[in-house]
């Protein structure tokens, strides 16, 4: 009897985690629209061990991203720098209601790289906004992951800033 209380309760907790399915999108919302219709620069990233850094870059779509480093400029990542709120609490109402009721939680995001080519290096800085939803529904967004929302506004924060 003890054994059938703690699979229940456990079955109970689980179903209102897994029912909270996470999606991301940019902000501000006209990002996700963005387009990299422009001649893309040849790129070879030296410190692809920043893995989360290296992903969002390649879903930006802003570089060529080779393996060859002998004809293409050199991308230097940085550690990016994640901001968000100090508590879970929007959370809570997804999970008390199994993933019925909406919450959601933002991300700010400082993400820099260099871009070493002909002897010159330039630093490029981006603040990006990324929102996550929780929210059982979510479940019909599931291409909407933290790397491919913040490689949108990666890519819309560049072409913003390139006019």
Not at 64 to 82: F, G, Q
Not at 90 to 100: E, F, N, R
Request: charged fraction near 20%; charge should be positive.
């Amino acid at each position: 009897m003890k054994g059938f209380k703690i699979a229940i309760y456990s079955f109970l907790v689980s179903a209102s985690l897994w029912s909270c399915i996470p999606a991301y999108t940019a902000y501000p919302k006209e990002y996700n629209r963005a387009k990299a219709d422009f001649p893309k620069q040849k790129a070879f990233v030296v410190n692809k061990e920043l893995k989360k850094e290296f992903e969002i870059l390649k879903h930006s779509d802003i570089y060529e991203i080779v393996e060859d480093s002998t004809h293409a400029a050199k991308i230097r990542l940085h550690p990016m720098l994640t901001r968000t709120p100090p508590c879970g609490n929007p959370m809570i109402g997804s999970m008390l209601t199994v993933g019925l009721l909406p919450s959601g939680f933002p991300y700010d995001i400082s993400y820099s790289y260099d871009v070493a080519e002909n002897s010159t290096t330039k630093n490029y800085q981006y603040k990006l906004q990324v929102y996550q939803s929780l929210w059982l529904f979510n479940i019909f967004r599931l291409g909407r992951t933290f790397s491919k929302q913040s490689g949108k506004a990666l890519l819309g924060n560049y072409i913003a800033s390139n006019k």
